[in-house]
C-alpha cells in the first residue's frame, strides 16, 4: 500500500478493492463485466451516463453481425467466416488488421450462443432489412432491449454497476494500471482494482475534439448517438503512452435530418430519398452525383459530402411521384405546391432555386424507372450528373428534407494484441489494462462501415478482455 | 388534425415508431402501424385498441423520457383507447358515460340492489326476506324465476345490442381510409390470439409493471378472470337449459353442474380480479394513466363482486341471510350487465374486432377505401 502515500489526500479510497473495473456501460463493457464475473472475478462496472442513457451508442443499434455456418430459427443461412471477411476487407478497403480482423470474425461464431445464454432475445429481421436477415440477428426490441437484458444478468452475477460515475484518471505506472480517479453524485473516490477494461467509446460527441481535425464546421455537425463519448477514457490512455490506431480524422458520417437533436437522435433521423431527388446545398447547387450507386452503397459518403458544402446543410429536393417509396423518418418533409414557395420555405434563392430543378429537369433522359436495379433514368449535359434513377421534378406537392452531417463514431482508438490487452508506444502490451468495443475498434475497421460489425467487435473482444482481465486478476 | 389533443400526440409518436421498427417483434401494434405511412382518427384508434399494454416497448425503447421525443406508446395509446370507447358508444348520448365511470358504477350499483331489495321486501311477503331460505322453491319464493328471466333477459339483450353497436362503429372508423377483407380464418386467429392474450407477454420475455423487469403476472390473472366469469357464464346459462330443457328447477345440490361450474368460476374470479387489482396499485407510475383508474377499478370490483356475493349466496343459501345475499348478488349482476357497454368490459369487445383487423391486414393487406377516392381526386384536383 506504499503507493497510495503518494496520491492527493482529498480523494478517499473505495473500501473495496475490485478484481477488475470496467470503465463504460455498452455491449462491450457488460460483455467484458458478464465474462469476468463468470469467471470468479469481483466486477465494478463504472458508467457515465445515468440509468437511462446506460450503454453508449448500444442503445441505438438494432442487430449483430456473427458468422455462422448454419441457419437457425432467426438466421436465414450460412453466413462463414471468409465470406464475413471478404465483407470486412470490401468496406475497410484494406484499413484493417488483418490477423486481427480474421480472428475477430471467427470468435464472433459463438456470440449468439453467448448472447442468448445471457437472456438477450432476437427476432426475425425487421421490416426494410430483409436483406440482413442471413448475416445479422436483430434484437427484440433493439439496442435497449439487449442491454437491459445484459445488465439484469450482470446484475443476477453479483457485478457491482455504478452510474453518473466518470472516469476523470487512471493512475498507470509503466504500462501497470492501479487505480480510477472517479466523479460521481456522491462524491469523488478512487477505486483501485487488479485489471483494467476500457469499454468507454470514441469521440465522436467531443465537438471540441472534433474540431481539431474538421475546424469550425463540426459546430454543425450532429452525433447520432450519445452525448457521452466524449473520448475522455480514449485522450488519458493515449496521453499516457499507449499506442493509437486508426485514422484520428476519420469519422462515420451519413446526412440525417438537419432538425434532429444535436445528440441521440438514432435511427428515426436518417433519410433514404437521396436516390429518389436531387440534393443541393444553400447556393442552390447540386455537387455530387445522387444515382451514383445503390442508396446502401452509398449512404455513408452523403455526410461528408454535406460537411464539406457551406455552413454543412444541404436539401433533398423531390416531387411527389417518390413520396411514399422510402423509409419514414421521424419528421415530415417540407411541402409546397409550387417550387417557388419551397425555396421560400426552405429560405432560399428562388430563381437559383428554380434554375437548378429546371436544368435538372431539361438534362433527364427517363426510361424505366427501377431502384432494384441500375436503371437507364440518368441525366445528360449537367454536372454532377445523376447516373441512375433520374426522373423530372415536377409533380406538385413538391417535397424537401434539410439534412447535415450526423456522425455515428470515430476510428481512432487504442492499438490491442489478440487478448485484448492495449500495447504501449513500441509495441509492448500493457500486463492488466484491456480494451473492447468502439474505443478499439479501429484495429478491425479502419474505414468504412458494415451493419452490425460495432456490435461484433463489441462482445467478441469484450468477451476477451472479460476473460484476460479475470485471468490477470487471478494470478 | 385529429379530434383530440391524445390522438394528435399518439400520431406523432407512432410516427417516429414507424422510423424506428426496433420494437416489431414486441407484438402486434408495431407491424400493424408499419402499415401505414399517415394516421387517421381510425386508425390510431384501432392501433390503441391492439394495444394489450405490457409495458415492453417503453422499456425497450431508446427514445423515452426524459429523451426528447418523450415516447411512451403504452400511456398514450391507453389514452387513445379509453376515449375510443366513448366515441364509439351506443347510443352516442351515453357517451359522456365513460369520463366519471367508476362513480356512475357505483350509483349503479347501489340503486339496482335498492331496487331489488324493495322489489323483494315490497312486492312479496315483507317477512320472506328473512325466511325465504326454509321455502321449498329457494329464491323463488323471494322473486318468481319469469321475472328474474324477463329483467336480466332484457338487460342482457340490451347489452348485446348496445355493443354490437359500438363494434359496428368502430369497424366503420377503422375502415374509413383502409379497408381490410373479411374472412373466417382470420377470426379464428383473433379469437386464439385474443382467449390466449398472445401480445401480453412483452415479445416472448415477459410482460412489465411496476419496474423494467418482465416478470410480471397479469396474463394469469386476467386468464383467471376471464375464464372464471365464463365459467360463471356457463353456470348460468346450464342452469337455464335444466330449467326450460329438462324441467328441473333450481336450486341444484352443491355436486350438480350448474353449482360446480359458478363455484370454480367465482374462485377463480375472486383471484383473478384481486391479481388484477393488486397489478393496478403496483403499475410504474410513468405507465399509469391515472384517468383510466376510476373506470379499471370500477370494473374490476364488479367482477369481484359478483364473484364473492354468488359465493356467499352458494354457502349461506341455507340461512336467514340468503334473501339479503340474493337481493345483493342480483343487484351486482344487474349493474354489471347494464354497465357492460358503458365500462371497461368493452376493452375485450373493441381488442378482440382489432385483433381481427389485424389477422385480416396481415393475411390480404389493405386496400384503400372507395370512400377515401374523391378526396385524393379533390386534392389532385386542387394541385392541377
Same mark, same amino acid.
Given at each position: 500500500?506504499a503507493e497510495?502515500?503518494?496520491?492527493?489526500?482529498?480523494?478517499?479510497?473505495l473500501?473495496?478493492?475490485?478484481d477488475?473495473?470496467?470503465?463504460?456501460?455498452?455491449?462491450?463493457?457488460?460483455c467484458?463485466?458478464?465474462?469476468?464475473r463468470? &469467471?470468479?472475478?469481483?466486477?465494478?462496472?463504472?458508467?457515465a451516463?445515468?440509468?437511462?442513457?446506460?450503454?453508449?451508442?448500444?442503445?441505438?443499434?438494432?442487430?449483430?453481425?456473427?458468422?455462422?455456418?448454419?441457419?437457425?430459427?432467426?438466421?436465414?443461412?450460412?453466413?462463414?467466416?471468409?465470406?464475413?471477411?471478404?465483407?470486412?476487407?470490401?468496406?475497410?478497403?484494406?484499413? %484493417?488488421?488483418e490477423?486481427?480482423?480474421?480472428? %475477430?470474425?471467427?470468435?464472433?461464431?459463438?456470440?449468439?450462443?453467448?448472447?442468448?445464454?445471457?437472456?438477450?432475445?432476437?427476432?426475425?429481421?425487421?421490416?426494410?432489412?430483409?436483406?440482413? $436477415?442471413?448475416?445479422?440477428?436483430?434484437?427484440?426490441?433493439?439496442?435497449?432491449?439487449?442491454?437491459?437484458?445484459?445488465?439484469?444478468?450482470?446484475? $443476477?452475477?453479483?457485478?457491482d454497476?455504478?452510474?453518473?460515475?466518470?472516469?476523470?484518471?487512471?493512475?498507470?505506472?509503466?504500462g501497470?494500471?492501479?487505480?480510477?480517479?472517479?466523479?460521481?453524485?456522491?462524491?469523488?473516490?478512487?477505486?483501485?482494482?487488479?485489471?483494467? +477494461?476500457?469499454a468507454?467509446?470514441?469521440?465522436?460527441?467531443?465537438i471540441?475534439?472534433?474540431?481539431?481535425?474538421?475546424?469550425?464546421?463540426?459546430e454543425?455537425?450532429?452525433?447520432?448517438?450519445?452525448?457521452?463519448?466524449?473520448?475522455?477514457?480514449?485522450?488519458?490512455?493515449?496521453?499516457?503512452?499507449?499506442?493509437?490506431?486508426?485514422?484520428?480524422?476519420?469519422?462515420?458520417?451519413?446526412?440525417?435530418?438537419?432538425?434532429?437533436?444535436?445528440?441521440?437522435?438514432?435511427?428515426?433521423?436518417?433519410?433514404?430519398?437521396?436516390?429518389?431527388?436531387?440534393?443541393?446545398?444553400?447556393?442552390?447547387?447540386?455537387?455530387?452525383?445522387?444515382g451514383?450507386?445503390?442508396?446502401?452503397?452509398?449512404?455513408?459518403?452523403w455526410g461528408?459530402? +454535406?460537411?464539406?458544402?457551406?455552413?454543412?446543410i444541404?436539401?433533398?429536393?423531390?416531387?411527389?411521384?417518390?413520396?411514399?417509396?422510402?423509409?419514414?423518418?421521424?419528421?415530415?418533409?417540407?411541402?409546397?405546391?409550387?417550387?417557388?414557395?419551397?425555396?421560400?420555405?426552405?429560405?432560399?434563392?428562388?430563381?437559383?432555386?428554380?434554375a437548378? +430543378?429546371?436544368?435538372?429537369?431539361?438534362?433527364?433522359?427517363?426510361?424505366?424507372?427501377? %431502384? &432494384?436495379?441500375? &436503371?437507364?433514368?440518368?441525366?445528360?449535359?449537367?454536372?454532377?450528373?445523376?447516373?441512375?434513377?433520374?426522373?423530372?421534378?415536377?409533380t406538385?406537392?413538391?417535397?424537401?428534407?434539410?439534412?447535415?452531417?450526423?456522425?455515428?463514431?470515430?476510428?481512432?482508438?487504442t492499438?490491442?494484441?489478440?487478448?485484448?490487452?492495449?500495447?504501449?508506444?513500441?509495441?509492448?502490451?500493457?500486463?492488466?489494462?484491456?480494451?473492447?468495443?468502439?474505443?478499439?475498434?479501429?484495429n478491425?475497421?479502419?474505414?468504412?462501415?458494415?451493419?452490425?460489425?460495432?456490435?461484433?467487435i463489441?462482445?467478441?473482444? $469484450?468477451?476477451?478482455?472479460?476473460?484476460?482481465?479475470?485471468?490477470?486478476?487471478?494470478? | 388534425?385529429?379530434?383530440?389533443?391524445?390522438?394528435?400526440?399518439?400520431?406523432?409518436?407512432?410516427?417516429? =415508431?414507424?422510423a =424506428?421498427?426496433?420494437?416489431?417483434?414486441l407484438c402486434?401494434?408495431?407491424?400493424a402501424?408499419?402499415?401505414?405511412?399517415?394516421?387517421?382518427?381510425g386508425?390510431?384508434?384501432?392501433?390503441?385498441?391492439?394495444?394489450?399494454?405490457?409495458?415492453?416497448?417503453y422499456?425497450? =425503447?431508446?427514445?423515452?423520457?426524459?429523451?426528447?421525443?418523450?415516447?411512451?406508446?403504452?400511456?398514450?395509446?391507453?389514452?387513445?383507447?379509453?376515449d375510443?370507447?366513448?366515441?364509439?358508444?351506443w347510443?352516442?348520448?351515453?357517451?359522456?358515460?365513460?369520463a366519471?365511470?367508476?362513480?356512475?358504477?357505483?350509483?349503479?350499483?347501489?340503486?339496482?340492489?335498492?331496487l331489488?331489495?324493495?322489489?323483494?321486501?315490497?312486492?312479496?311477503?315483507?317477512?320472506?326476506?328473512?325466511?325465504?331460505?326454509?321455502?321449498?322453491?329457494g #329464491?323463488?319464493?323471494?322473486?318468481?324465476?319469469?321475472?328474474?328471466?324477463?329483467?336480466?333477459?332484457?338487460?342482457?339483450?340490451?347489452?348485446?345490442?348496445?355493443?354490437?353497436?359500438?363494434?359496428?362503429h368502430?369497424?366503420?372508423?377503422?375502415?374509413?381510409?383502409?379497408?381490410?377483407?373479411?374472412?373466417?380464418?382470420?377470426?379464428?386467429?383473433?379469437?386464439?390470439?385474443?382467449?390466449s392474450?398472445?401480445?401480453?407477454? /412483452?415479445?416472448?420475455? /415477459? =410482460?412489465?409493471?411496476?419496474?423494467?423487469?418482465?416478470?410480471?403476472?397479469?396474463?394469469?390473472?386476467?386468464?383467471?378472470?376471464?375464464?372464471?366469469?365464463?365459467?360463471? #357464464?356457463?353456470?348460468?346459462?346450464?342452469?337455464?337449459?335444466?330449467?326450460?330443457?329438462?324441467?328441473?328447477?333450481?336450486?341444484?345440490?352443491?355436486?350438480?353442474?350448474?353449482?360446480?361450474?359458478?363455484?370454480?368460476?367465482?374462485?377463480?374470479l375472486?383471484?383473478?380480479?384481486?391479481?388484477?387489482?393488486?397489478?393496478?396499485?403496483?403499475?410504474?407510475?410513468?405507465?399509469?394513466?391515472?384517468?383510466?383508474t376510476?373506470?379499471?377499478?370500477?370494473?374490476?370490483?364488479?367482477l369481484?363482486?359478483?364473484a364473492?356475493? /354468488?359465493?356467499?349466496?352458494?354457502f349461506?343459501?341455507?340461512?336467514?341471510l340468503?334473501?339479503?345475499?340474493?337481493?345483493?348478488?342480483?343487484?351486482?349482476?344487474?349493474?354489471?350487465?347494464?354497465?357492460?357497454?358503458?365500462?371497461?368490459?368493452?376493452?375485450?369487445?373493441?381488442?378482440?374486432?382489432?385483433?381481427?383487423?389485424?389477422?385480416?391486414?396481415?393475411?390480404?393487406?389493405?386496400?384503400?377505401?372507395?370512400?377515401?377516392?374523391p378526396?385524393?381526386?379533390?386534392?389532385?384536383?386542387?394541385?392541377?
Amino acid at each position: 500500500m506504499a503507493e497510495a502515500n503518494g496520491h492527493a489526500p482529498e480523494i478517499p479510497d473505495l473500501p473495496t478493492r475490485y478484481d477488475v473495473i470496467v470503465v463504460g456501460g455498452g455491449n462491450a463493457a457488460l460483455c467484458a463485466a458478464i465474462t469476468a464475473r463468470r &469467471d470468479g472475478a469481483s466486477v465494478l462496472v463504472l458508467e457515465a451516463a445515468d440509468k437511462f442513457y446506460r450503454g453508449g451508442n448500444t442503445r441505438h443499434t438494432r442487430n449483430l453481425r456473427c458468422a455462422h455456418d448454419e441457419g437457425n430459427e432467426i438466421l436465414t443461412g450460412p453466413y462463414p467466416v471468409d465470406e464475413f471477411m471478404d465483407d470486412l476487407m470490401r468496406v475497410t478497403k484494406g484499413q %484493417t488488421d488483418e490477423d486481427l480482423a480474421r480472428f %475477430t470474425l471467427e470468435e464472433s461464431k459463438g456470440l449468439w450462443d453467448w448472447m442468448n445464454g445471457a437472456g438477450v432475445r432476437f427476432q426475425q429481421p425487421l421490416g426494410g432489412t430483409l436483406g440482413l $436477415g442471413r448475416t445479422n440477428a436483430f434484437f427484440l426490441g433493439g439496442g435497449r432491449a439487449m442491454l437491459n437484458a445484459l445488465y439484469r444478468t450482470a446484475e $443476477g452475477l453479483g457485478v457491482d454497476i455504478r452510474y453518473e460515475a466518470a472516469v476523470t484518471d487512471i493512475d498507470i505506472e509503466d504500462g501497470f494500471f492501479k487505480s480510477v480517479v472517479v466523479e460521481a453524485a456522491e462524491g469523488t473516490f478512487r477505486a483501485h482494482g487488479r485489471a483494467l +477494461v476500457t469499454a468507454s467509446g470514441g469521440f465522436e460527441s467531443n465537438i471540441d475534439w472534433l474540431k481539431e481535425y474538421w475546424g469550425e464546421r463540426a459546430e454543425n455537425f450532429l452525433i447520432r448517438g450519445t452525448s457521452n463519448n466524449r473520448g475522455s477514457i480514449l485522450r488519458l490512455l493515449l496521453d499516457k503512452g499507449i499506442e493509437p490506431v486508426g485514422d484520428p480524422t476519420q469519422c462515420h458520417a451519413v446526412a440525417i435530418d438537419a432538425r434532429s437533436p444535436k445528440f441521440d437522435g438514432g435511427i428515426v433521423t436518417r433519410l433514404d430519398c437521396i436516390v429518389f431527388g436531387i440534393v443541393m446545398n444553400n447556393r442552390c447547387e447540386r455537387f455530387y452525383d445522387e444515382g451514383e450507386d445503390f442508396w446502401p452503397k452509398r449512404y455513408a459518403i452523403w455526410g461528408r459530402l +454535406v460537411a464539406d458544402q457551406p455552413d454543412q446543410i444541404a436539401y433533398i429536393v423531390f416531387d411527389d411521384k417518390s413520396m411514399g417509396s422510402f423509409m419514414p423518418s421521424v419528421y415530415p418533409a417540407i411541402e409546397a405546391e409550387t417550387l417557388e414557395e419551397l425555396a421560400g420555405k426552405l429560405e432560399l434563392d428562388t430563381e437559383k432555386f428554380t434554375a437548378t +430543378v429546371t436544368e435538372f429537369n431539361a438534362a433527364v433522359r427517363e426510361g424505366h424507372f427501377d %431502384t &432494384d436495379i441500375h &436503371d437507364e433514368c440518368h441525366t445528360e449535359g449537367i454536372d454532377p450528373p445523376k447516373s441512375h434513377w433520374a426522373r423530372k421534378i415536377d409533380t406538385a406537392p413538391f417535397y424537401a428534407y434539410p439534412v447535415r452531417p450526423g456522425i455515428t463514431f470515430t476510428y481512432l482508438g487504442t492499438r490491442v494484441n489478440r487478448e485484448a490487452k492495449v500495447l504501449m508506444q513500441g509495441g509492448t502490451p500493457s500486463a492488466n489494462i484491456f480494451a473492447a468495443g468502439e474505443i478499439m475498434a479501429g484495429n478491425v475497421l479502419g474505414q468504412g462501415y458494415l451493419a452490425g460489425i460495432g456490435m461484433t467487435i463489441g462482445a467478441v473482444w $469484450g468477451r476477451l478482455a472479460g476473460e484476460g482481465a479475470a485471468r490477470h486478476a487471478r494470478n | 388534425m385529429h379530434a383530440t389533443d391524445a390522438l394528435t400526440e399518439a400520431d406523432r409518436q407512432i410516427t417516429i =415508431c414507424n422510423a =424506428c421498427r426496433y420494437c416489431e417483434g414486441l407484438c402486434a401494434v408495431f407491424p400493424a402501424l408499419e402499415m401505414n405511412r399517415h394516421f387517421a382518427d381510425g386508425d390510431l384508434n384501432y392501433l390503441a385498441n391492439l394495444c394489450h399494454n405490457c409495458g415492453a416497448c417503453y422499456h425497450d =425503447c431508446q427514445f423515452s423520457p426524459p429523451h426528447e421525443f418523450a415516447l411512451n406508446i403504452p400511456k398514450i395509446l391507453a389514452e387513445v383507447r379509453k376515449d375510443s370507447y366513448g366515441q364509439y358508444a351506443w347510443p352516442r348520448a351515453l357517451a359522456p358515460v365513460f369520463a366519471r365511470n367508476g362513480l356512475l358504477i357505483a350509483c349503479l350499483l347501489a340503486l339496482s340492489v335498492a331496487l331489488f331489495l324493495i322489489g323483494m321486501i315490497s312486492l312479496g311477503d315483507p317477512g320472506a326476506l328473512w325466511t325465504a331460505h326454509t321455502a321449498p322453491e329457494g #329464491f323463488y319464493a323471494l322473486m318468481p324465476h319469469t321475472a328474474m328471466v324477463w329483467i336480466f333477459g332484457s338487460v342482457f339483450l340490451f347489452a348485446m345490442l348496445a355493443l354490437a353497436m359500438g363494434v359496428r362503429h368502430f369497424w366503420r372508423d377503422t375502415n374509413a381510409v383502409n379497408v381490410v377483407d373479411a374472412d373466417a380464418p382470420s377470426v379464428w386467429q383473433a379469437l386464439k390470439d385474443a382467449g390466449s392474450l398472445r401480445y401480453l407477454d /412483452g415479445g416472448g420475455v /415477459g =410482460c412489465f409493471n411496476e419496474d423494467d423487469e418482465p416478470d410480471d403476472n397479469r396474463r394469469l390473472w386476467h386468464h383467471l378472470t376471464f375464464y372464471g366469469f365464463l365459467l360463471c #357464464f356457463a353456470a348460468t346459462s346450464m342452469g337455464t337449459v335444466y330449467h326450460y330443457a329438462f324441467g328441473w328447477p333450481a336450486p341444484y345440490a352443491w355436486w350438480d353442474l350448474p353449482p360446480l361450474l359458478g363455484i370454480a368460476g367465482g374462485l377463480m374470479l375472486t383471484a383473478g380480479t384481486w391479481g388484477l387489482l393488486k397489478a393496478k396499485r403496483q403499475r410504474l407510475s410513468a405507465l399509469r394513466d391515472e384517468r383510466m383508474t376510476g373506470m379499471d377499478v370500477a370494473f374490476i370490483l364488479m367482477l369481484l363482486l359478483t364473484a364473492v356475493t /354468488g359465493l356467499l349466496l352458494r354457502f349461506l343459501g341455507e340461512t336467514p341471510l340468503m334473501g339479503l345475499l340474493l337481493a345483493v348478488h342480483l343487484g351486482v349482476v344487474l349493474a354489471l350487465f347494464l354497465s357492460m357497454p358503458y365500462g371497461k368490459f368493452v376493452h375485450g369487445i373493441y381488442r378482440t374486432a382489432a385483433l381481427c383487423r389485424y389477422a385480416m391486414a396481415r393475411r390480404h393487406g389493405l386496400r384503400k377505401a372507395s370512400k377515401a377516392e374523391p378526396k385524393a381526386t379533390d386534392a389532385a384536383a386542387a394541385r392541377g
